[in-house]
C-alpha cells in the first residue's frame, strides 16, 4: 500500500477526528499526521511544509456540513498550486460529479471513514 511523507487531515468534528486519526494510525500510512480543525489551519500547514512534502502528501478532508471555510480552503489550494499527490474528500453526503471536479478533487468517501475504504481507495 502507498505511503506518505505527510497527511493533512482537516475535519471540524472531534468524533469524526478521532475516528480518523485511529484509522490512519491502524493502518500506518505515514510519520506525519498533522490535523487541522478549520480550512485556515488546513492552509496554513500545507503553506508551512516543504514543497517536495505536500506533493507527496495525502489530503483528507471531512465534509459533515459544506462550510464556507472548507470550501474556501480547496479553493485557495488550487490557487496557491499546493497539490498533494492524493487529495480524498469524506463525506455524509454524496457530492454531485461537478462539484468534485470544480474542486479538482478525484475522490469521495462516505463516511464514516474506515481502513477498508481508505485500503480500497489507496490500492487503486
Not at 12 to 34: G, K, M, N
Not at 36 to 62: E, K, N, W, Y
Amino acid at each position: 500500500m502507498k505511503t506518505f511523507s505527510a497527511i493533512v487531515l482537516v475535519d471540524e468534528d472531534p468524533i469524526s477526528r478521532f475516528i480518523a486519526r485511529r484509522v490512519l494510525a491502524r493502518l500506518r500510512l505515514t510519520d506525519h499526521l498533522f490535523i487541522a480543525q478549520s480550512g485556515d489551519q488546513a492552509l496554513r500547514v500545507l503553506q508551512h511544509l516543504p514543497a517536495g512534502q505536500v506533493a507527496t502528501s495525502l489530503l483528507l478532508v471531512q465534509v459533515s456540513v459544506v462550510t464556507s471555510s472548507t470550501m474556501a480552503f480547496l479553493r485557495a489550494r488550487q490557487r496557491f498550486g499546493l497539490a498533494p499527490q492524493a487529495e480524498v474528500i469524506v463525506s455524509a453526503y454524496p457530492m454531485p460529479a461537478w462539484q468534485l471536479r470544480h474542486l479538482e478533487v478525484k475522490h469521495l468517501l462516505l463516511w464514516p471513514l474506515t481502513e477498508e475504504k481508505l485500503t480500497y481507495l489507496l490500492r487503486e
